[in-house]
């Protein structure tokens, strides 16, 4: 299981560098990550770009980790079928980890909301709607994104501990320690990856969401 639990992070980390955004930009002869935030991600695109691109780039980067968790799920759902969540979840962390940190780009990629968004739908759709309602709840009184992503990811890292508690993921009860523990690396990922964000909303400086009229 362990040499699992790594193949399956590193299959997810080699679907996260697929660089959505650059290949983007680069058809449309705009080099995103010299442009806003120089973030390879959606919210960059949809500032510089507006908000068709905002829309494939966020599918695109959500895709990375739907199909590597999709795959690992139909490698191992007969071998490990009380742990393929848990495997899920590393391919799912893997491709967080490519798309943020592509070794091929200096390790500077994007932040890996679309990605988690990814890995919550193919995860357990049922977390989906708090989720979602953590995000708009969040950023249309605000204008506020980096808000709303990591009340995305915080909605996820509850709702896992509670889905866990109460006997409704499909998971062996010894491995919901190790998702727990998972989850809430990617949500302290995710803040780290805001650090500057969180800072300049601290301190009433941070950017209110304004797309490209594109």
């Given amino acids: 299981m362990v040499v699992f639990r790594i193949i399956s992070a590193l299959l997810g980390y080699l679907f996260g560098l697929f660089p959505t955004g650059v290949l983007y930009g680069n058809a449309h002869h705009v080099d995103i990550r010299s442009k806003g935030s120089g973030n390879t991600g959606t919210t960059n ?68 909301i679309a990605s988690s968004v990814g890995i919550i739908f193919t995860f357990d759709w049922r977390m989906v709607p708090i989720c979602a309602i953590l995000f708009f709840a969040s950023v249309v009184p605000t204008g506020f994104m980096s808000l709303g992503s990591l009340g995305i990811l915080s909605g996820f890292f509850v ?56």
């Fill in 45 to 112: 695109s949809l500032r510089v770009l507006g908000w068709k691109a905002g829309v494939i780039v966020f599918l695109g980067d959500c895709l990375k980790a739907v199909a590597a968790m999709v795959i690992i799920w139909f490698v191992a759902k007969d071998r490990y079928p009380d742990t393929v969540k848990l495997l899920e979840l590393y391919a799912g962390f893997g491709a967080v980890l490519g798309h943020n940190f592509p070794f091929y780009m200096k390790f500077k990629g994007g932040k890996g």
């Fill in 159 to 214: 709702q896992t501990i509670v889905f866990g508690q109460m006997g409704w993921l499909k998971i062996a009860t010894q491995c919901l320690p190790e998702v727990y523990v998972l989850t809430g690396i990617l949500t302290a990922l995710a803040f780290w990856q805001h650090r500057t964000n969180i800072k300049r909303l601290a301190t009433g400086t941070e950017n209110k969401f304004r797309p490209a009229k594109k």
